[in-house]
Nanobody, 124 residues
């Protein structure tokens, strides 16, 4: 059974940092494309960052470039999202997801496994 479990969500002040983790189990983790998505109330889900197999190419939404870093530890089957200089507009439920393959890693259409989400709230 495939499981993705996020952790690390919290309430922080603007300018602070936070690291989300996603523990994966039940499939060949290191052969998948992994991504972080977020959804704020009343807004569509958006791709934040993604990392693919092979050379580990990363992708970032323009809104988080330079502030967020995605990384994966294949030995621990864990995906991370390091977030710095957080702003109130970063507040959302953050989800990790896995796709066998994706030509558009920041779009959710290819992702077949999803975690339950971790809430991030940033206060000004």
């Amino acid at each position: 059974q495939v499981q993705l479990v996020e952790s690390g969500g919290a309430s922080v002040q603007a300018g602070e940092s936070l690291r989300l983790s996603c523990a994966a189990s039940g499939y060949a983790y290191n052969t998948f494309c992994m991504g972080w998505f977020r959804q704020a109330p009343g807004k569509e889900r958006e791709g934040v960052a993604a990392i693919v197999t092979g050379v580990g190419t990363t992708y970032y939404a323009d809104s988080v470039k330079g502030r967020f870093t995605i990384a994966r530890d294949n030995a621990k089957n864990t995906l991370y999202l390091q977030m710095s200089s957080l702003q109130p507009e970063d507040s959302a439920m953050y989800y990790c997801a896995a796709a066998r393959f994706s030509t558009t890693p920041l779009r959710d259409r290819d992702y077949i496994y999803w975690g339950q989400g971790a809430q991030v709230t940033v206060s000004s």
